[in-house]
């Protein structure tokens, strides 16, 4: 059935309902591999901006690779460029180590075996690309517990992934 499970977890109630869920399966699948991942947005790839007349473009250089630069509008280059604010790396440091500890002591507890990955970029993105990359059949994850509202203008990580992942998906509540 399932062999490879991957659980997404952020500290909440909902990844830590996610988290015994996915060591509960793990125990009935024989031979699954389970892996704990949590993402920190914070310490991805700083993005620049570079100004163009009117509008700004996200850029990650101030240099453009050579096999774009010939759709790029003449004229443009590191004059109208903005930098990326700075990266508190110290404080991703702590919340990577505040994480690892958090799932590692939970598995501890419930004698589960697992593999704890930290993995930096943008939460939606970042998840899929992980669970395409590795062959990931299951992925666990917890309900946002968004209101109506919110859910409406933000969308929640659990629907876009069900909507964005080649794997199934279960949303834990």
Do not use: C, W
């Not at 075996?113 to 990359?133: R, W």
């Not at 992934?161 to 509540?173: F, G, W, Y």
Request: aromatic share 6%.
């Amino acid at each position: 059935m399932y062999k490879n499970i991957a659980i997404a977890y952020d500290g909440s109630e909902g990844s830590r309902l996610a988290l015994d869920k996915g060591i509960e399966l793990s125990k009935i699948l024989p031979g699954a591999k389970l892996t704990v991942i949590y993402v920190n947005e914070e310490a991805q790839e700083r993005t620049g901006y570079m100004d163009v007349g009117r509008a700004s473009a996200p850029v990650t250089s101030a240099n453009v690779d050579s096999s774009y630069a010939q759709f790029m509008p003449q004229g443009i280059g590191d004059d109208g460029y903005r930098p990326p604010q700075e990266v508190d790396t110290a404080r991703a440091s702590e919340y990577s180590k505040h994480m690892h500890n958090s799932i590692q002591q939970q598995l501890d507890a419930k004698n589960a075996e697992a593999s704890v990955l930290a993995l930096e970029g943008p939460v939606i993105k970042t998840i899929i690309g992980f669970v395409d990359e590795q062959n990931i059949d299951l992925l666990i994850v917890g309900n946002s517990g968004k209101s109506g509202l919110q859910k409406f203008f933000v969308g929640s990580i659990s629907s876009k992934l069900i909507k964005d992942s080649n794997s199934t998906v279960l949303v834990v509540k």
